[in-house]
């Protein structure tokens, strides 16, 4: 694959900034005729697909930040001369070839293209038929800053491709793939991981929990999780699940107060068989709920004896996404954090920052939920591998 300038890829972003903003309304025209069509009953679904003024000043936004940012490709790791005299150089290089499938988003077709191309990867984008409208002429755009300057619409492409037909691409694709990100549900992340004939990196669900500790202060606490929970509940990031340590003084009388303000709020509540005795909502019969993100306004509340069971709850049912800790005591908040596995883990905070823009990455291609090669955040600096230049003088090895 063709190295670009740093120079030639900044050209192309600039352009694409012009464009984005003289095709505004345009853009947003496209997408009415995919909200005139949605059909579903998913208000989380539905919130993603909308793109208004606002959307498409974070979509420009975006790419002027990635824009600004410096180039990741070529950036030094390590340099060393060996003994033998074999200089060992190890750089920052592209992967290659990218495949994100995703689902609604239409300001994915942004983030996702800018993020990659920056690094000099190619992208393929299979996006959602409900966001069809709107990511054609976002992939026009791109196709015409790409053309003013000199280089060819193969470096930010739309798959058309039905579910069969992209089955059949993952198992043998007709071109060279070197990552998959496949960005929406379990299902659509099972398809992948299932079908795939490269490396895979998971973005994986949120079923996002919180523990509220016994020495909790309770006025923070409130205000944490009817943000997490109600800030926006179509993000991967928003809260699923509250934990509560029954030791905390006047235990009945706060979770009361709870369930007032998340009723409030609009929220549904779930509980354990435990919380049934202090409140009347639905109890929780199956184990699989706890399991499930939800993407609505609705939360799971149950109760707990320690910050050890906390955590034993949490890395049996969350996603790996985000957890967090209410809690006054600073060794309390040090052992959550170390023991919970998740991608990103809180003490007196809300879920709602684990985002690229939030905690300093800038735009990203997703939360991974993976291990390897990145957790977290998928910014630029992680859209690169690495790759070892050895420079000798007619060595060989003995």
């Known amino acids: 694959m063709k190295l670009l300038s740093t120079e030639n890829k900044n050209n192309v972003l600039q352009s694409m900034i012009n464009i984005l903003d003289r095709e505004r309304q345009n853009i947003i025209n496209e997408n009415q005729k995919d909200l005139d069509a949605f059909s579903q009953n998913d208000q989380a679904l539905y919130d993603r697909l909308v793109v208004n003024d606002a959307k498409v000043d974070g979509m420009i936004q975006a790419v002027k930040e990635v824009m600004e940012q410096e180039d990741p490709v070529g950036q030094m790791i390590s340099n060393l001369t060996l003994d033998s005299g074999l200089q060992v ?12 499938i995703y689902e609604s988003r239409p300001d994915v077709t942004i983030e996702a293209a800018v993020l990659a191309f920056k690094a000099n990867n190619k992208i393929l984008l299979k996006g959602g038929k409900e966001a069809i409208h709107s ?16 280089l060819d619409k193969e470096w930010i492409r739309l798959l058309h491709l039905q579910r069969e037909e992209t089955q059949e691409f993952l198992k043998n694709p007709t071109e060279k793939l070197d990552l998959i990100v496949p960005r929406g549900g379990e299902r659509l992340i099972k398809f992948v991981k299932d079908n795939a004939s490269c490396a895979v990196l998971i973005s994986g669900r949120g079923n996002n929990f919180l523990y ?10 409130i205000k944490v999780i009817i943000n997490a929970k109600t800030n926006k509940i179509s993000g991967c990031n928003a809260l699923d699940k ?26 549904s509540i779930l509980t354990d068989t435990k919380l049934a005795n202090i409140i009347q909502e639905e109890v929780i019969e199956d184990e699989a709920t706890w399991y499930e993100e939800f993407l609505a306004m609705k939360i799971a509340l149950a109760e707990v004896d320690s910050t050890t069971e906390a955590i034993q709850w949490i ?8 957890a967090a800790i209410l809690t006054e005591n600073k060794e309390q908040a040090n052992l959550f954090m170390e023991q919970v596995d998740s991608a ?29 090669h990145h957790r ?23």
Request: glycine share 10%.
């Open 376 to 398: 977290g955040p998928l910014g630029l600096k992680q859209l690169v591998t690495n790759k070892y230049y050895v420079f000798g003088d007619g060595h060989i090895r003995d």
């Open 212 to 221: 509220v500790s016994e020495d909790a202060d309770w006025e923070k606490t």
């Open 344 to 372: 990103a883990v809180y003490h007196n905070a809300s879920t709602r920052f684990t985002d690229g823009g939030q905690m300093g990455v800038g735009a990203e291609l997703a939360i991974s939920t993976d291990k390897l």
């Open 315 to 322: 890395n049996k049912y969350s996603g790996g996404h985000s």
């Open 242 to 267: 509250v934990l509560i340590n029954k030791n905390i003084p006047n235990y009945e009388s706060k979770v009361k107060d709870l369930q007032q303000v998340l009723t409030a709020s609009k929220v």
């Open 89 to 100: 150089t190890n750089k920052t290089a592209p992967f290659g070839t990218i495949l994100i």
């Open 135 to 150: 990511n054609l002429i976002l992939e026009k755009c791109w196709h015409e800053a790409l053309a003013e300057n000199g």
